[in-house]
């Protein structure tokens, strides 16, 4: 089992930063491929970000590419997203989920096992 808990979200005005951090504890953390998703009110959750257990591969939604930079403190048991630049559309519920999954459902919810409870993110235009 893996616990995981977000923080670090809140209400910003549009071109403002917000920093996300997601805490594991539980089994070992560096051994986890780490992935943020999103779910806005009425919309379906959507892939973020992805790091993999070593940190050196990242990769990004188009929608937040150039934006939104993934990063993780194995030491620290945590993953961060940094948000840049934030849009009124970037407002959602943001999860951290921790898993192994196959290189093809790495962008894929349904390919993690375990979820933290989610922070808010409100971006007033």
């Known amino acids: 089992q893996v616990q995981l808990v977000e923080s670090g979200g809140g209400l910003v005005q549009a071109g403002g930063s917000l920093s996300l951090s997601c805490a594991a504890s539980g089994r070992t953390f560096r051994n986890f491929a780490m992935t943020w998703f999103r779910q806005a009110p009425g919309k379906e959750r959507e892939f973020v970000a992805f790091i993999r257990m070593s940190g050196f591969t990242t990769y990004y939604a188009d929608s937040v590419k150039g934006r939104f930079t993934i990063s993780r403190d194995n030491a620290k048991n945590t993953v961060n997203l940094q948000m840049n630049s934030l849009k009124p559309e970037d407002t959602a519920v943001y999860y951290c989920?921790?898993?192994?999954?196959?290189?093809?459902?790495?962008?894929?919810?349904?390919?993690?096992?375990?979820w933290g409870q989610g922070t808010q993110v409100t971006v007033s235009s």
């Open positions: 989920a921790a898993g192994h999954p196959d290189p093809a459902l790495e962008s894929v919810g349904s390919a993690y096992p375990y």
